[in-house]
């Protein structure tokens, strides 16, 4: 895992995704599972997710804080830092200023 790997996986907990939709389970094939994670990103996180009838392939979502309202941009890094919080059972915040110590 890197760090692009993990961010990915931290925007998908925080539902920050893009989904690409597979519906027909019977044809659902590598070659289609290939296809889907290169519109998604092929270099992060991807998540499947099985669904009645087929498979929904599940990526994070690219945001950037000139690329999006500043309240979109705040809410979607709060979710990441709570879940950071929870997973490690320490502060977001107190993680990075332990970094630049």
């Given amino acids: 895992m890197n760090a692009e790997h993990l961010r990915g996986w931290l925007y998908v907990e925080a539902g920050h995704v893009n989904t ?3 519906p027909d389970a019977s044809d659902v094939t590598i ?3 290939k ?3 290169q519109v998604l990103n092929p270099l992060t996180y991807l998540r499947m997710v099985e669904t009645k009838t087929g498979l929904t392939l599940v990526g994070p979502r690219s945001i950037s804080k000139g690329s999006c309202k ?3 941009f705040r809410a979607v ?3 990441v830092a709570a879940i950071i919080g929870a997973v490690v059972g320490v502060p977001a915040e107190q993680l990075v200023k332990e970094k630049a110590a």
């Fill in 20 to 22: 690409v939709e597979l």
């Fill in 31 to 33: 070659r289609a599972v």
């Fill in 35 to 37: 296809a889907a994670r």
């Fill in 70 to 72: 500043k309240s979109e």
């Fill in 77 to 79: 890094q709060d979710k």
